[in-house]
Structures are given as C-alpha cells and as structure tokens.
C-alpha cells in the first residue's frame, strides 16, 4: 500500500504542480471579457497554491493538509465546470469534468490515507 501511496502522490503532485505554474502568467494580464477581475485573481491565487499543494504532494509533507487543500480546489473546479459551464462530464473538443474527478478522487484517498511510509510525514514522526 505504500508503494501505491507514493505513486499516486507523485502523480497528484506532478498534476498539480504543473498546472499551477502554467498559470504564472495570468500575473501579467490584464482583466478582459473573456477574464473578469474575480476569475483573473482566483487564477492568480491558484496560480501560488497549486505549485505548493502539489509539492507538498510529492514530498509527502503535510499530506492530508496538501490533499484536503487540493480537494477544495477540485471540488470548485467541478463546481464551476458543472453549474456555470455547463460541461459535459467528456467531450472529443474540449475538457470535461472527468479529469477533475479523478484528481477529487486522489486527494480523498490521500486524505483518508496519508502519505504512506515513503513520505516526509513519516520520518518525522519516527523522529518524535
């Protein structure tokens, strides 16, 4: 279990670490039309605790804090892409909410399970 703990934190982490910092450059933009001030500054936020969240991730540091934070994150993703969008859960030409489900899905079982015996977490607490 451990193993796949690890696995599923890396490629959690990995997720999320990319994604938030491909949005660094959402700092320079300015609010337009089709990027209203409130969805430019959420991005701009999402932008810094997407990068840490998924760090935290890989490291195994603050698991269920990393995890639950990132659960909120998805849970508004879904939110958003299900109520405002109105998105298909897939679609062959655009994104649908299926991705953001299986990342909800991790995080709960990283949040329920920790970070597993290969982690940050673990080590400091056979230290204490």
Do not use: C
């Amino acid at each position: 279990m451990d193993l796949a703990l690890l696995v599923l934190r890396l490629a959690l982490g990995s997720v999320f670490l990319y994604h938030g910092l491909m949005k660094r450059p959402m700092w320079k933009m300015e609010p337009s039309e089709k990027m209203p001030a409130n969805m430019l500054s959420l991005m701009k936020f999402l932008s810094i605790v997407e990068p840490i969240g998924g760090l935290a991730l890989i490291l195994g540091f603050f698991t269920h804090f990393a995890a639950l934070g990132i659960g909120f994150i998805m849970v508004g993703a879904l939110y958003l892409k299900l109520t405002k969008w109105h998105t298909p859960f897939s679609a062959m030409n655009q994104t649908g909410w299926e991705f953001d489900l299986m990342n909800l899905a991790a995080a709960f079982t990283l949040f329920t399970f920790g970070g597993g015996a290969f982690s940050i977490d673990t080590i400091i607490l056979q230290a204490i």
